[in-house]
């Protein structure tokens, strides 16, 4: 029993990782509030969960609000573009469906898989950020690159974050846990897949600079050679 209590054993390892998660997830619950700095705060918690990934995290408060600080001005205008591109599919849907007017079918069926399209492709847009430091027009490119040349990575991060949708409409019981890890639990579950795909595109980019790589996909070299890395200090 002592083992299993020990302040290095596996279990208080695993309660350690709880309590940081249920902290970030209120930090980032709390610097969402203001709604315009929801952008900054998903930043400033992937920062934080990429670290953790990596069995780096040290100061989490520290660093929570040191990305925050720095990301701030581009996670603003990424989440401003993400609300008006959501909010002109919700407007299209809202059209089809209230409409004096019938509108075909697959234009509906098209506006919805448009939307999911949209959603892979902006899945890693604030883990990107977080982690390396470029224009909005490279992060939204290499976020479509990453969310497309990683298909089976991205659905399995699309279905993290509909865990605790399914947990708020469909099992009340536990509904609290969406409260102390709704937000910073999948997020970490998430940076534990996206940090193997960031790993790839960074050595892709490493072997491109040294001359030794394989020719490979010219759409992971772009990817990568656009990526400047902010040291995650």
Not at 19 to 32: K, R, S
């Amino acid at each position: 029993m002592g083992r299993i209590f020990g302040l290095e054993s596996p279990f208080m390892n695993f309660l350690n990782r709880v309590a940081d998660l249920i902290w970030l997830n209120i930090l980032t619950m709390i610097c969402c509030i203001p709604v315009v700095t929801i952008g900054a705060s998903l930043t400033a918690m992937n920062y934080v969960l990429l670290k953790m990934a990596k069995n780096e995290e040290g100061y989490i408060t520290k660093a929570f609000f040191k990305s925050f600080k720095q990301n701030f001005k581009q996670a603003t205008l990424i989440l401003l573009i993400q609300l008006v591109i959501y909010g002109i599919l919700a407007g299209d849907l809202f059209v089809f469906r209230y409409a004096s007017m019938d509108f075909p079918e697959w234009l509906q069926i098209a506006v919805i898989a448009v939307g999911i399209l949209v959603t892979f492709a902006t899945i890693y847009l604030y883990p990107l950020l977080a982690r390396y430091d470029n224009a909005i027009k490279a992060t939204y490119k290499n976020s479509f690159l990453m969310g497309v040349l990683s298909l089976p990575r991205t659905l399995l991060m699309v279905l993290c974050w509909l865990i605790p949708v399914i947990v708020f409409f469909f099992a009340n019981p536990i509904l609290p846990l969406v409260f102390l890890l709704g937000i910073s639990g999948p997020g970490y579950l998430n940076a534990l897949l996206y940090r193997k795909s960031f790993e790839r595109f960074e050595e892709k980019d490493d072997d491109t600079e040294e001359g030794s790589g394989e020719a490979g996909d010219e759409a992971i070299e772009e990817v990568s050679g656009e990526m400047t890395d902010q040291h995650m200090e």
